[in-house]
């Protein structure tokens, strides 16, 4: 298995303060950009909800607005109609089980339509500071070349990874790898001649430079 701790140090080393791509000012901000973010790029997002978070501000005005205004505002971002769909009713619960407010837990997080572990881990880590480890695309890709996973399950992932890393490292870590599944190791052609964890890398298919 490969070395975790001199992994995440690397990582470390190379992004110090990562931050998450999306742009969001609250939690109910990150909890939508996060829904919308789903088979879409988070640069498509960001132009998304710039004009989505000046029209709905507070939990009460997506839970009273027409789904089809929603749908206009989130159109290009693709699965519009579920997206939509998911973002009112989302509302609709908080308002009801939580007093407006977005809940903090994963158990609870995980009641809201259109919320998985991805997108709770997310809001935990960047909107409460909460330690969490969101498995996206980038985390299973790079994780399995770099020998720190096994798996394709993004719930099994979650956890190899728990154990490798420091707890209040977590969210670091994951925006880390992310950063550097985009970056450097990419889906296809992977830039390995210029990557600063070569020496840590399991990847069989990874080009020797040795
Ligand atoms: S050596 Fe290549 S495959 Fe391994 S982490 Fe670096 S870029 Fe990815």
């Known amino acids: 298995m490969a070395d975790g701790k001199k992994i995440c140090s690397l ?13 969001f000012s609250s939690p109910l901000e990150l909890l939508i950009a996060t829904i919308l973010s789903a ?8 132009i998304v909800t710039k004009p989505l978070f000046e029209r709905y501000r507070t939990v009460d005005d997506y839970s009273e607005a027409e789904l089809l205004e929603i749908e206009q505002y989130i159109h290009s971002t693709g699965f519009y109609r579920n997206k939509a769909k998911s973002i009112k009713t989302c509302c609709q619960i908080i ?3 939580f007093k407006g407010s977005v809940p903090s837990t994963m158990e609870d997080l995980l009641t809201l339509p259109g919320v998985g572990r991805k997108t709770a881990n997310v809001v ?8 969490s480890l969101p498995v996206d695309t980038h985390v299973i890709r ?4 770099l020998g720190l ?3 394709k399950d993004p719930d099994k992932i979650e956890l190899q990874l728990m154990k490798q890393v420091s707890r209040n490292d977590w969210m670091h870590f994951a925006t880390s790898l992310i950063l550097h599944g985009r970056q450097i190791c990419k889906a296809i052609k992977p830039e390995c001649g210029s990557c600063y964890i070569y ?3 399991e990847w069989k298919e990874k080009p020797d430079y040795s």
């Open 199 to 201: 020496s840590e890398c």
């Open 124 to 131: 935990l880590g960047a909107a409460f500071g909460i330690p």
């Open 95 to 97: 308002n009801k089980q």
């Open 39 to 46: 088979q879409c790029t988070d640069k498509r997002v960001n």
């Open 11 to 23: 990582l470390f080393e190379q992004f110090p303060s990562p931050e998450i791509a999306l742009n």
């Open 142 to 145: 790079v994780s399995n070349r």
């Open 149 to 151: 996973a096994d798996s």
